[in-house]
């Protein structure tokens, strides 16, 4: 069975080079055999993380959609802007509502043996790179086995094609290569 991989971009903005990224990033995934499923998480419009909010009322609606996404995929494959050297507040919301669990259910159910790829661009000479260790970071600590390969695409203003590909046809290449070592885990994960 194909390995399931689901991607998102942590931005909201409208053109979001990391947004593009992911296509990319998706496409390799799915040559090496993955399913992907592409969510936009801005989407779920989750509210800002208030512990109150949840001692009172439970886990919001959206963030159980998300959450059931999370727990029927095996892999994430996550582009993911840089903000201040760390990855942005969109995501940071995201995996934090994601790990709540609900009544009756113990430790990280979204997160457990899954296994995740990141790629990010940005318009600075790093392309993102800093924030990637933040977020490698985080997701190691919530049990999620993140795989060394990462690319981190700089200069991202004059990186992509009007249709949204990266013009440089080797570091395409490269980002393919992250999403389809994710798949090619998965399946030897599985096996
Ligand atoms: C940025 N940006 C940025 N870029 C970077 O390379 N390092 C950084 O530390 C920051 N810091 C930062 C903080 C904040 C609050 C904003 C809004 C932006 C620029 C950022 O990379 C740029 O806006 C990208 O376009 C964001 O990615 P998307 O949304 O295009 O995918």
Known sequence: VSPKILAFAGSTRRDSFNRKLLTTAVAGAREAGAEV??????????????QDLEAEQGLPAAALKLKELFVAHQGLLIASPEYNSSFTPLLKNTLDWVSRSSPGETGLVAFQGKAAALVSASPGA??????????RS?????NVLVIPT??????????????????????????????????????????
């Open 37 to 50: 499923t592409v969510v936009e998480l801005s989407d779920y419009e989750l509210p800002l993380f208030n």
């Open 150 to 191: 990462q690319v981190a695409v700089s200069k991202a203003m004059d990186a992509f094609a009007d249709d949204g590909s990266l013009k440089d046809a080797r570091q395409a290449a490269s980002v393919k290569q992250v999403g389809a070592q994710l798949a090619e885990l998965l399946k030897k994960l599985s096996s």
């Open 138 to 142: 985080l997701l190691g600590n919530i």
């Open 126 to 135: 790093l392309g993102g790179l800093r924030g990637l260790v933040h977020l």
